[in-house]
């Protein structure tokens, strides 16, 4: 085989002789030619080899990890077989090999991944293998949390639906992790809105070592059972193991899909012919017994039985046939231990889009045109400006549509100029909202979702830290999830413990996804506008209770105004002391120092606009030339984001401190509804102004 590293034109099978064995007279079989049964029983012995082939190399020290698909072939194969390559979408599960080599990607492509070599066309060597992936047929990169590709695979259903481009989602999974609330979720919102997802379910009886009925609650442990309430889902349990019968089934549920009946959910009854992944031993808790039932029910040989038994293939043929594959296997496998590992400078590429594209948008046009705007009125202008511009934003969240508008308005009057298809109600349901989201980024949508309080976007966390923010990273540029979120945050609204919450925190600990945090309309517009131009996910954060502040309105910008990421604000210039801070501490801050600047002090105070990026620059030079520094933000003071800052403050400019950092937060405690107490817990500008007064004198 020839060294290189472009396998796009490679076969399937070995060049040698012409992939092909003797067939007798009959022309089709369970609705099939005799070149598709062939294939079939290739690509299913293809994937069992490959499965022998690494754990080979496991023991050989040449590769690390694999989850081997032993018994899933023939499900595998008859749903790859049904996808359109190129149109449709597919969200697999670790498990999937055999899927993957049925929509057409090659076995050197697997080797390569599962080498973790330079080449690696599906993760650059950057994710664990059997996380499958592939550009060209529409495969995301998976991750390795069980679950979070329902939702996604939803939101890819959502953009066929709304775009009408007659794309089917295939996704996923073993029958452990429908025991996930995501899966229940994604079942939800594709059955209301019958949107085109084929869901399998490959169940083996076991989940690692725990088995289906420890697992599941429908009637004899079934999933198909488990799900009998939700209307418009095709439901089917059927013999995994039988290449026909599964053929036929995967036909009828992409037929189903297609022409617009809603979701189809396929329980395929599969065997687990070997342990769990490599790193596991299921002899340790399954008995031989068990361990010999799976081996009868083996889909190779009983498929390859029934094609001798027609005379589609003979026994002799059959035994060159596997050998040819096994060559090929071993000269795919070959071939890719010679590619190139990663080069380490590598490592740190593609965490955030690198295109460009952040820095060639025109910033400051038309900045004052319009009378003073209220915050939250400024945002729902920036959402109208920026979706008459571009089709592909779609605005959806809990309460968006007409008449509420959204709990706080944000998003009055959306749906109403654009339509519900636009502007939509989800389902009460963060992780749905964010990986919905997710889904319909990676799809070619640009997806600006609603959560209505930062306190309550914790169900989404997972699908925000291990999806929304590694994509980029994870696919090694090949794919990107420009996800807006939009999320109100904050206290002084007497909101009691679970209405005002800070999360920057949090967020800014996560690579990966920029973090906008406003302290005015005019900054709101023009950062919202902004980040419903880039290329990456953004967090976007406003504090409820600017809302409708007076002194946060501003004479609104023009629809052209755009603000960039990264660049603070300098509100007051001074000379004595810097204090760098961000949302409603801005204001709070310039109540409190009024009297200290009456007093002769001068103050410089820095807005930082946005979390990540974070305005390095103009931070070091006010504190470069102030020489003393206090930053102050709303959430606690352990661990608050403001450690970071003071940290980085310390690290580069602490040969110009003439005092100690100073930091002013909330107190270590949640905000309770009273207002006495709310005040007593965060930083009101009487407390900062005691403070400030303290470090002017050291």
């Known amino acids: 085989m020839t060294e290189k590293t472009s396998t796009k034109n490679k076969p399937i099978v070995s060049e040698k002789g012409n992939g092909k064995a003797p067939t007798g007279k009959k022309e089709r079989f369970g609705g099939l030619t005799k070149e598709e049964l062939m294939r079939a029983l290739r690509i299913m012995h293809l994937s069992r080899e490959i499965d022998n082939k690494i754990m080979r190399l496991l023991k050989q020290g040449k590769a690390f990890f694999h989850i081997a698909g032993a018994g899933h072939e023939a499900t595998q194969v008859a749903f790859g077989s049904a996808m359109k390559p190129g149109i449709d979408w ?159 089934t995967a036909q009828t549920a992409f037929k189903h899909a297609r022409q617009g009946k809603g979701p189809a959910l396929i329980e395929a009854h599969t065997v687990r012919l070997f342990s769990h992944s490599s790193s596991d031993d299921q002899k340790k808790y399954r008995d031989q017994e068990s361990l010999a039932e799976d081996l009868k029910k083996d889909p190779i040989n009983i498929f390859a039985k029934k094609l001798i038994e027609k005379n589609y293939l003979t026994e002799l043929a059959y035994e060159e046939f596997k050998k040819e594959i096994i060559n090929h ?115 070619g949508m640009k997806p600006c979702v609603e959560i209505q309080f930062g306190d309550y976007i914790w169900p989404a966390f997972m699908q925000m830290r291990d999806e929304l923010a590694t994509y980029r990273y994870r696919s090694n540029n090949l794919f990107e999830a420009p996800v807006v979120t939009r999320v109100a945050v904050g206290g002084f609204i007497h909101g009691g413990l679970f209405h005002s919450q800070n999360i920057e925190g949090f967020y800014a600990h996560i690579p990966g996804i920029l973090i906008a945090y406003p302290s005015n309309a005019a900054d709101a517009k023009g950062l919202l506008k902004t980040a419903l131009r880039l290329n990456d996910p953004v967090l976007f954060l406003e504090h409820k209770g600017l809302y409708r502040q007076s002194y946060a309105s501003r004479p609104e910008p023009g629809s052209d105004y755009l603000l960039p990421f990264g660049k603070a604000n300098v509100v007051n210039e001074g000379d004595d002391l810097t204090i760098v801070t961000y949302g409603a501490m801005v204001h709070e801050t310039n109540f409190a120092i009024k009297k200290l600047t009456e007093e002769g002090h001068s103050i410089e105070l820095i807005d930082l606009r946005t979390i990540n990026p974070l305005d390095n620059e103009t931070i070091f030079n006010s504190v470069k030339k102030t020489g003393k520094v206090c930053v102050i933000h709303e959430d606690t003071l352990t661990a608050g984001f403001g450690a970071e800052i003071a940290a980085r403050i310390a690290d580069e400019c602490f040969q110009y401190l003439d005092a100690p950092v100073k930091r002013i937060a909330a107190k270590d405690a949640f905000i309770p509804y009273s207002p006495n107490l709310e005040k007593e817990i965060l930083p009101t500008r009487t407390k900062i102004q005691e403070e400030l007064s303290e470090l002017l004198a050291y």
């Open 90 to 248: 597919g969200f697999p599960y670790y498990r999937d090999m055999a899927f993957m080599l049925a929509i057409g990607v090659k076995p050197e492509e697997i080797f390569l991944h599962m080498l973790a070599r330079e080449a690696d066309p599906m993760t650059g060597g950057r994710q664990m293998p059997c996380h499958w992936a592939s550009k060209e047929f529409n495969v995301p990169t998976q991750s390795s949390p069980t679950g979070t590709q329902f939702l996604q695979a939803v939101g890819s259903a959502m953009t066929a639906k709304r775009r009408n481009t007659g794309a089917v989602t295939y996704v996923s999974s073993g029958e452990g992790t429908t025991s996930q609330g995501e899966f229940h979720e994604a079942v939800n919102w594709a059955s209301r809105e019958k949107l085109p997802v084929v869901f399998v379910i490959q169940n083996n009886k076991w989940a690692i070592s725990v088995p289906v009925q420890d697992q599941t609650a429908g009637r004899n442990a079934s999933v198909v059972e488990m799900m009998r309430g939700y209307e418009n889902l095709l439901r089917m349990s059927v013999d995994g193991t039988d290449y026909l019968t599964m053929n036929a």
């Open 329 to 443: 296997v071993n000269e795919a496998a070959e071939w890719a231990l010679k590619q190139p590992e990663p080069k380490p400078e590598s490592a740190i590429k593609y965490v955030l889009d690198e295109s460009g594209k952040r820095d060639k948008l025109e910033y400051g046009i038309n900045k004052y045109e319009g009378k003073p705007t209220v915050m939250v009125d400024a945002i729902n202008h920036a959402l109208r400006e920026e979706m008459e511009r571009n089709d592909k934003i779609y605005v959806f969240g809990e309460d968006v549509q007409d008449g509420k508008g959204g709990v706080f308005t944000a998003t009055k009057g959306l749906s109403t100029q654009f339509g519900n298809d636009r502007v939509f109600n989800s389902p009460l349901a963060e992780a749905s909202i964010a990986g919905v989201g997710i889904g319909m980024a990676l799809s």
